[in-house]
Nanobody, 121 residues
Framework: QVQLVESGGGVVQAGGSLRLSCVAS????????MGWFRQAPGKERELVAH????????YYAGSVKGRFTISRDNAKNTVYLQMNSLNPEDTAVYYC??????????????WGQGTQVTVSS
């Protein structure tokens, strides 16, 4: 069973940065498409970014393009989300996700427990 554990969330002022990390265990990490989703209060969960297993393909939601960067280190079974120029609209619970296939849109087979990101104005 694949387990995903996120870390790095917290409270930051608008304009600040955070880096989220997600460590995977129990599966062949290098073969999974990895992504980050987020869910704000009262809103549906949305895809923020994903990255293919060979780093050949990335996707970013329009609202974060140019501010967020997804990356992965297959040797460490870890995927990262570098978030810059944060604004209050980025406040949400951020979830790490893994998909065994490359599918558009991403349809995760596994989810992390989530980490809270709060951006104060």
């Amino acid at each position: 069973q694949v387990q995903l554990v996120e870390s790095g969330g917290g409270v930051v002022q608008a304009g600040g940065s955070l880096r989220l990390s997600c460590v995977a265990s129990g599966g062949t990490f290098s073969r999974y498409v990895m992504g980050w989703f987020r869910q704000a209060p009262g809103k549906e969960r949305e895809l923020v970014a994903h990255i293919s297993w060979q780093l050949a393909s990335t996707y970013y939601a329009g609202s974060v393009k140019g501010r967020f960067t997804i990356s992965r280190d297959n040797a460490k079974n870890t995927v990262y989300l570098q978030m810059n120029s944060l604004n209050p609209e980025d406040t949400a619970v951020y979830y790490c996700a893994a998909d065994r296939e490359y599918r558009v849109p991403m349809r995760p087979d596994y989810w992390g427990q989530g980490t809270q990101v709060t951006v104060s104005s």
